[in-house]
């Protein structure tokens, strides 16, 4: 491993972390909300963010000419890996996932609404006006565009809503901050998990030299870099040759119309690459599963059970909770230890003291937030108790496993809650509240749990003081959240692209209208998706032969992975290759060029996403 000093002094932490760190979390918040909204790109649907590693990517080449020519404004390796960090949480909140599909629901329900949908009679009472914008006459510039923000009127209509979500923001960062604290170091140092995303940053940042002048590295960059600028020239000017790696099977005839989104045989080096770095038996649970949900409602739909068809969704919730459950009990010991320790004033560690009470009071003044909005105690604590352990299932997959991404879209706490409980027992007051919340739990692509621990994974690889990571992670966490909100709404005033999330409105009027009793049915889809996943844990813990992940069964079965699904397989063969050949010899000497896979159509991505949003003009998308 690795070692590097420590930070220095107070100022130069300050000076050459804190704030040109928070300088690179303003152009990446920027550069992925202006790419994502004006030009239809999806930069933040994986597990690693193309813009993120373009930044480490440009940082640590420009680190390597200043240590050649100006040493003393050379960044050392643990600042750069903080720098990282920082960069990586918060731009997964500005992502696809999150703050945007926060925003429009400050401002939807008042300009969708007319007479027939009834929105107004049905539910505008519960909505509170210090998280919304009721005011039509001012949504004007917001939805249609090509007018500047900063105007007195504008400013000031959406200033505290956004002062009041930022500090929402903050404080639900603060907990699972907090959360990672206590399961770090069972996770990092006991089970000794492999945190197979850490490998590229810390790849980068520990030997840039001998990186950068690995010949097998720019062999995969330039071959997957050159296959991104083809396609881009191709979609600008039709006459240049297209490379065929991208087919859809046909499954336009009953049974196969079944599947979802078809039957992609796709090529991405990024994904090949991703999968190198995966455990094989990860690699091969995530295609094997994939294929399974795709046969799955073909052979539901040939038996007859159409409508179990439509409560896969559920399936797969049942499945994350259970990776969160079992991740748990697997940590009970050392979770029951620290926060005994921290209540009986046993623990020495002044970090376990701040992550212990940090999660308690920050859970409660979160509680007592919605509680202000008019949620439910009852209702509230119920909403983020599914939904911290939601999350602590993805951190936990990814912290194992490393997914190419990590998708689940559907799976509301408040939706799980009223199929178990009916919506008529939840009530309007607290439907319309969880709608203000339906962003939390979108799609869980881009969130910023993961980043958070494997921040403290690459941080104890460089020897990074553990209370400095904190620190950054938490101004991390105020910047992005303050900046993503404001250059959204800022944003949308001048470009006129904030017509999504109407449906969420739409659902919540379904739900008040006709009130329903719990779902049987789809209480029943959650059971069995928890039931395999448990099965699966105890199958791949007792049998060494077992090749089968839980977390491939639920992550396998999404949008992003049926287009990504081919290129894990060839990265799983090639990995397979490597091992049946060589060994672990054989896999470490070609490392380098899966890496390059990766930098290579991350950087052709990014830079076509610049210059898309410098011409102003929809430019080839790397996905999907």
Not at 56 to 64: C, K, M, T
Not at 134 to 142: A, E, K, T
Not at 350 to 369: H, N, W
């Amino acid at each position: 491993m690795s070692q590097q000093p420590g930070l220095g002094s107070s100022a130069r932490f300050i000076s050459r972390v804190l704030i040109f760190g928070s300088l690179l979390i303003a152009l990446n918040c920027y550069w992925i909300i202006s790419a994502e909204n004006r030009v239809v790109w999806e930069l933040t649907d994986f597990s690693v963010f193309p813009t993120v590693l373009f930044t480490l990517f440009a940082v640590a080449g420009v680190n390597l000419l200043l240590k050649r020519t100006f040493t003393s404004l050379a960044l050392q390796n643990s600042e750069i890996a903080i720098i990282y960090v920082m960069v990586s949480v918060s731009t997964a909140l500005a992502g696809h996932d999150i703050i945007r599909q926060l925003v429009p629901l400050m401002a939807n329900p008042f300009w969708f609404a007319t007479p027939e949908n009834e929105w107004e009679e049905l539910f505008f009472r519960y909505l509170p006006d210090w998280l919304t914008v009721p005011n039509r006459s001012l949504l004007r510039g917001y939805f249609e565009g090509d007018e500047n923000f900063w105007q007195p009127q504008y400013f000031n209509a959406w200033i505290f809503p956004i002062l009041a979500w930022s500090v929402f923001v903050i404080l639900l960062l603060f907990v699972t901050l907090c959360i990672n604290i206590i399961i770090r170091q069972q996770w990092i140092e006991h089970e000794k998990l492999s945190y197979p995303l850490t490998v590229m940053p810390i790849e980068v940042i520990s030997d840039t030299s001998k990186l950068f002048s690995n010949k097998l590295v720019w062999i995969g960059f330039l071959i997957a870099f050159g296959l991104e600028i083809i396609a881009g020239l191709n979609y600008l000017y039709p006459s240049v040759p297209p490379l065929k790696i991208k087919y859809i099977l046909p499954t336009n005839i009953r049974p196969w119309n079944a599947m979802s989104w078809g039957f992609a045989i796709y090529i991405y080096p990024f994904a090949i690459g991703l999968a190198y770095l995966m455990p094989l038996d990860l690699s091969l649970s995530l295609w094997f599963f994939l294929l399974t949900w795709k046969l799955q409602p073909v052979i539901l739909t040939v038996l007859g059970f159409n409508t179990a068809v439509g409560l896969m969704n559920e399936q797969r919730s049942g499945a994350w909770i259970g990776i969160g459950v079992i991740a748990l009990l697997t940590s009970r010991n050392h979770i029951i230890k620290i926060v005994k320790g921290v209540l009986t004033r046993r623990e020495n560690s002044s970090l376990y003291y701040l992550a212990v009470f940090g999660m308690i009071f920050g859970t409660g003044l979160m509680v007592l937030f919605w509680y202000q909005a008019g949620l439910s105690p009852w209702v509230a604590i119920t909403y983020f108790l599914i939904y911290f352990v939601i999350c602590i299932g993805m951190t936990r997959m990814r912290a194992e496993l490393g997914p190419p991404t990590h998708e689940l879209h559907g799976a509301h706490p408040d939706r799980l809650m009223a199929s178990f409980l009916g919506t008529r027992a939840i009530g309007p007051a607290n439907l319309t509240n969880t709608t203000l919340l339906s962003w939390l739990a979108y799609g869980y692509r881009c969130h910023p749990m993961p980043h958070q621990l494997e921040g403290f994974k690459i941080g104890s690889y460089f020897d990074v003081r553990y209370r400095r990571l904190i620190i950054s992670m938490i101004v991390a966490s105020i910047v992005g959240a303050f900046l993503s909100i404001l250059l959204h709404v800022s944003l949308y005033h001048r470009f006129q692209f904030a017509r999504w999330g109407v449906g969420e409105f739409n659902h919540l009027r379904n739900q008040i209208l006709f009130p329903k009793e719990a779902n049987l049915e789809a209480m029943q889809h959650v059971g069995i998706g928890f039931v395999i996943t448990a099965v699966l844990t105890i199958l791949k813990r007792r049998f060494i032969w077992w090749p089968f992940y839980p977390a491939g069964y639920a992550v396998s079965k999404g949008w992003a992975m049926t287009w990504m699904w081919f290129s894990i397989l060839l990265g799983w063969l090639a990995k397979r290759l490597m091992f049946a050949t060589g060994g672990v010899k054989y896999y470490r000497i070609m490392l380098p060029l899966f890496l390059g896979f990766i930098f290579g159509q991350f950087s052709a991505g990014s830079l076509w996403s610049l210059i898309a949003i410098i011409t102003g003009k929809n430019m080839y998308t790397m996905f999907p």
